[in-house]
């Protein structure tokens, strides 16, 4: 590896992050060295980091996960018995009853497998979910490379192609770029508030023609960076679409909890595929991700999240739990995960607790969702779409041609040069619209 | 995917585990449902995990940890002072002063990079490290899975080949596989207490004209499952070896905190690379790693681990750094690392029992590595190399010819036949040494 030339061709591909955070680091450890500067600290709100930005977290998720990490607090009376029976009773399903020991297996702890599809089947009402098809892994992100891994073959123009959003989550990009994917956007409307409309699909399929081989959709909904959610009727249509092309869904479905637009519902895409039924409900390969690092639990250094698999081939299955099987899931994340599907139940301790703390989160995060939009859409050069869930808003740009032509100077994109001179002057870090996918005709932050 | 002839082929090479874990799982299953059982619980020793075992974790690290995570414990009194000031301090180091934010970078949080820095500094005895070159990740082989990753390419005769100790980690033959590299055995030396023998080095490299191109060779030291201890001769001639063959050094170290026997230090290979000089010490490109899963920490279950680049080209390390970017390295092992390479210093209020506790585990651990290798060599069929570190034996069995017979007729691995019929008989679960690398004309278990 005496240069870059001897790696992985794979890794070269990966694309270098525009690198705002390194520039927030070191303005941060500047004001941190004093100085005259106008604001205290950076505020990031480039990546959907709730408990970054100050909200905290569920006082019930970390009181457990305290007392499996320091069982000698099971006696402390000071925290709520409900506390410390869930702690006792997640701790009895670790090895050796330890959050210390490898997990039992490497798709989780199976006690927890079973809570996960439990939830799924309550969310879905009444649709069964089988704990066998549910995989726990350390966050959404690292499930869906397992996946994008799995879905990765062929070269030149049998090289799997997936159908991604415009806009996309902006880590998506690197995920396709590592597995060698060809990306195949599909325009989301942004004067419908971002809609997905079933014609762009055919036209990013159309456009994939001699290039690669498309073998997936990814979904994301509620969308991020849009914040728009899906309906049923939309819905199905990407479920026929999917049907009649062979390709598998991946839905990334993290902001599920987190829907605060008026008269507007999360729908699982396996709800809906369920609802359809036979030939759909048997045979569309559907891959449905969901995390911890949401907005309700806002738990992304802890980095857990599922997938379940719906009508995959078991030796699919088979070849996804052996790529797990060196490294088994971190544990700690898998009880987040439990007490996430499994909050206090009516009636318990901490459920008075619980229940407020939601609400008041859900609350602020409908608020300034609404006031955040409002605020942009008065500046001017700005305009923005409302959100109607998740914790994103991504507003367009229409930049000064003086701006325009200093970042062609530059050499750099325009957003980048905007999002670096507003962290410098204003010490917020927006994320640029490149990273999800927009070009330079079509300036957005996130 | 309809079919797993659907999926990158690099997946379907993915050997299938040999599934005891499965047969161990479902035997504690009926024996928790009752019925007439010798035993009550299975014994689990294949995998290196000793809270499993049923050794306590370290307090002051679990105290520390659980304080982080519900920081309303900053105010217990009943906590020592030392373990709140810590987890303080490690809260401050966090964005938000929250350990559910993402990670500051994808490499860690930089102050922990500094902390392992120092760390490596004073283990070989002033020799700087440099923190930029520690990367925090979850766990030693997610660490080893992003540099096999980084040496993958070619095909056929040009694909990367690694040279890997016979017996080596169970876990190593599918990190191999998955990045489709080859592995290059050499054998260490069971008579000499499965030494290395720089013979073998040369011969593996022999083996391999024809085959693939040679990229890295790959030692565990202190050795995972063998226990060998390498001396400072040793090291040298490795580091020489790979010097002159242009190898890159992977250089698991997990277990050097845990050398029980008689007259053996831990030397690490940085140290004796920097001993050597020039033109050793500014050429021979060497990835060392180490782990929170150690025979003293043993937080298995948390995966956290961090790599030392030394001498690594800059494009290599950010291409490393792009490859971390999509998904960053959970919190809570990052600041269980932390407390590892900062235990409590003289003086401390937690100092005393902390002491104690080490001192205890590495007692215990001395005296069963001893107790149980004296066992093994009284039963008939079992010889077994005394271990002088870490957390395995790795005794060799001659089998009756009956049961090769059998194991013939079954199709399955004699050593896996015995693994099996142990666990059922005796309720324990040994690995066989075919994960290990071994074959068929050399049992062993681990």
Chains 1, 2 share one sequence.
């Not at 857990?304 to 299955?317: K, L, S, T």
Request: glycine share 8%; charged share 20%.
């Amino acid at each position: 590896m005496s240069s870059v030339q001897d790696v992985n061709p794979r890794v070269r591909r990966i694309r270098t992050p525009v690198g705002l955070q390194s520039l927030a680091a070191r303005i941060t450890e500047q004001l941190s060295q004093g100085g005259q500067k106008p604001f205290q600290k950076v505020t990031d709100v480039s990546s959907g980091d709730p408990h970054r930005a100050g909200m905290p977290p569920l006082s019930f998720v970390r009181q457990v996960l305290a007392v499996c990490l320091y069982p000698e607090l099971l006696g402390e009376d000071s925290l709520p018995l409900d506390v410390r029976q869930r702690a006792q009773k997640l701790l009895e399903a670790c090895n050796g009853g330890s959050i210390g020991s490898y997990s039992p297996s490497s798709c989780g702890i199976p006690q927890i497998q079973k809570s996960v599809a439990e939830f799924i089947t309550r969310r879905d009402a009444g649709i069964p979910s089988d704990p066998e098809n549910i995989v726990l892994c350390s966050g959404s992100q690292k499930v869906l490379s397992l996946v994008l891994h799995l879905l990765s073959r062929g070269e030149g123009l049998t090289q799997t192609g997936v159908l991604i959003p415009l806009p996309c989550p902006h880590t998506l990009p690197m995920l396709l770029d590592e597995e060698g994917l060809t990306p195949l956007p599909y325009r989301l409307l942004e004067d419908q508030g971002w809609a997905l409309e079933p014609d762009q699909l055919h036209g990013a399929l159309r456009a994939a023609r001699g290039r690669c081989e498309p073998r997936a959709i990814y979904i994301s909904n509620p969308g991020n960076p849009t914040g728009h959610v899906q309906d049923r009727k939309t819905i199905r249509e990407v479920i026929r679409f999917a049907s009649s092309e062979g390709l598998v869904l991946l839905v990334e479905e993290v902001f599920q909890d987190s829907v605060f637009g008026r008269d507007k519902t999360f729908l699982s895409y396996k709800k809906v595929l369920f609802e359809m039924g036979e030939p759909y409900s048997d045979t569309v390969e559907l891959v449905s991700l969901h995390s911890i690092s949401t907005a309700r639990m806002g738990e992304c250094g802890l980095r857990g999240g599922y997938m379940e698999v719906v009508n995959i081939d078991p030796d699919v299955q088979q070849a996804l739990k052996n790529m797990q099987a060196p490294s088994s899931p971190p544990i700690l994340p898998q009880l987040a995960l439990e007490v996430m599907v499994n909050p206090p139940a009516p009636g318990d301790p901490s459920e008075k607790e619980y229940t407020q703390e939601i609400l008041r989160m859900d609350d602020i995060l409908a608020q300034n969702a609404r006031r955040a939009c409002e605020f942009l859409n008065d500046l001017p050069g700005v305009s923005c779409q409302p959100a109607m869930a998740g914790l994103f808003l991504y507003p367009r740009l229409n930049l000064p041609a003086q701006m325009l032509e200093e970042a062609e100077a530059l050499g750099v994109e325009a957003d980048v040069l905007f999002c670096q001179r507003f962290l410098e002057e204003e010490r917020v870090c927006f994320g640029p619209g490149c990273e999800n996918g927009h070009d330079r005709n079509d300036l957005h932050v996130r």
